[in-house]
T-cell receptor
Framework: LAKTTQPISMDSYEGQEVNITCSHN???????ITWYQQFPSQGPRFIIQ???TKVTNEVASLFIPADRKSSTLSLPRVSLSDTAVYYC?????????????FGTGTRLLVSP | GAGVSQTPSNKVTEKGKYVELRCDPI?????LYWYRQSLGQGPEFLIY????????DSGLPNDRFFAVRPEGSVSTLKIQRTERGDSAVYLC?????????????FGPGTRLTVL
């Protein structure tokens, strides 16, 4: 499985856009990029998943350049409730079961 | 609808004791996973069930750890002769199938403290 690298922590203020970049230099052809969010005292929650270019949902956008060696999770106009740990994962698709491999994630702190 | 539930939410035990942690997955989900999360770390895979069978138990740290899912729904993680190093949050997740493209739905976890 491709290893991912992301910043340990980030700070932001309410209303700002936050971009968290993840590196995955050894990503394979059938790998997707998946992001999970974890609030304190809760299990992780799926946010978004993509293969290339751009994916957007009601929570976030995911930007993936053509070489796919990195990806950026974009959270528009964050609020205090976006304070959480964000995990970037690389998940092989269409291969049956694959265990999720979490790194240490990026701890985002949103202040007033 | 109801999500994944785990009981108890907290468990304090003494070194050497036996503990059982329970997971109720989302109804109809055939795939069930157990993870362990230590403070400041991401979740670490323990075991995966497809239906009643353990399809991958490669993450279980040693033979003190065992999990069952006898009827293909509720699962129990069992830890014998607990050690202080077993202290962690034990997370359960489920997904509709075991296919890698399915998102996994996590429960709130059981915080195990071994004194």
């Amino acid at each position: 499985l491709a290893k991912t690298t992301q910043p340990i922590s980030m700070d932001s203020y309410e209303g700002q856009e936050v971009n968290i970049t993840c590196s995955h230099n050894n990503i394979a052809t059938n790998d997707y990029i998946t992001w999970y969010q974890q609030f304190p005292s809760q299990g992780p929650r799926f946010i978004i998943q993509g293969y290339k270019t751009k994916v957007t949902n009601e929570v976030a956008s995911l930007f993936i350049p053509a070489d796919r060696k990195s990806s950026t999770l974009s959270l528009p106009r964050v609020s205090l409730s976006d304070t959480a740990v964000y995990y970037c994962l690389v998940v092989p698709m269409n291969t049956g079961f694959q265990k999720l491999v979490f790194g240490t994630g990026t701890r985002l702190l949103v202040s007033p | 609808g109801a999500g994944v539930s785990q009981t108890p939410s907290n468990k304090v035990t003494e070194k050497g004791k036996y503990v059982e942690l329970r997971c109720d997955p989302i109804s109809g989900h055939t795939a069930l996973y157990w993870y362990r999360q230590s403070l400041g770390q991401g979740p670490e895979f323990l075991i995966y069930f497809q239906g009643t069978g353990a399809a991958d138990d490669s993450g279980l740290p040693n033979d003190r750890f065992f999990a069952v899912r006898p009827e293909g729904s509720v699962s129990t993680l069992k830890i014998q002769r607990t050690e202080r190093g077993d202290s962690a949050v034990y997370l359960c997740a489920s997904s509709p199938t075991g296919a890698s493209e399915n998102e996994q739905f996590f429960g709130p976890g059981t915080r195990l403290t071994v004194l």
